[in-house]
């Protein structure tokens, strides 16, 4: 029995490694991005200002693309924050009627345009982000500062989803 388990364990790890690739899925010609400043129809002020730089320094991070102009990119990232909310949760016991904790939460709606195409690859899809911010005696900027953890957060879940589109030209794990 033992024996059956090492060598099932082999054959799956040496399928495994003939198929995966270290390098990116994205194409060479397809690593250029801009994110134009995202429409805002929510009430927090700035917010989506606030969300197309935290977008950009999520690019940056990851390392797959590069960030350009407009119209010497290849993808183009849109973006409108349909609403951005706060409740309670959590209630300080010491303070008479004062809420200690918040979760603030951001919708967006988001496409993804391949400039070098021009199709849409990602059509206006929906993403929520939430954080949580304790607000003290000062509402507006535990908001503020919310906002850009928030903002974080969407970032993440847009660039992940950029990083998994099937694109025309596949990327090749021996060429580049």
């Known amino acids: 029995m033992k024996l059956f388990s090492v060598v099932l364990s082999l054959a799956l790890l040496s399928g495994c490694a003939s198929s995966y690739c270290w390098k990116s899925s994205v194409p060479s010609d397809h690593r250029t991005v801009n994110v134009p400043i995202f429409r805002n129809e929510s009430g927090l002020q700035e917010i989506g200002a606030i969300a197309s730089r935290q977008l950009l320094r999520e690019f940056q991070r990851e390392g797959t693309f590069k960030i350009a102009n407009g119209d010497d990119a290849a993808v183009e990232i849109q973006g409108t924050i ?3 909310s706060s409740s309670s949760d959590a209630y300080n016991r010491r303070a008479h009627r004062r809420y200690a904790g918040y979760i603030m939460k951001c919708q967006a709606e988001i496409a993804v345009i391949d400039k070098i195409s021009g199709e849409v690859v990602i059509p206006m899809r929906k993403y929520t982000a939430e954080t949580t911010y304790a607000a ?13 953890r928030v903002a974080d957060v969407l970032a993440r879940k847009i660039v992940n989803d950029v990083l998994r589109i099937k694109w025309n030209k596949k990327a090749s794990c021996n060429k580049e």
């Open 82 to 84: 349909k609403s951005v």
């Open 136 to 148: 003290g005696n000062d509402n507006t900027t535990a908001q503020r500062d919310a906002s850009g």
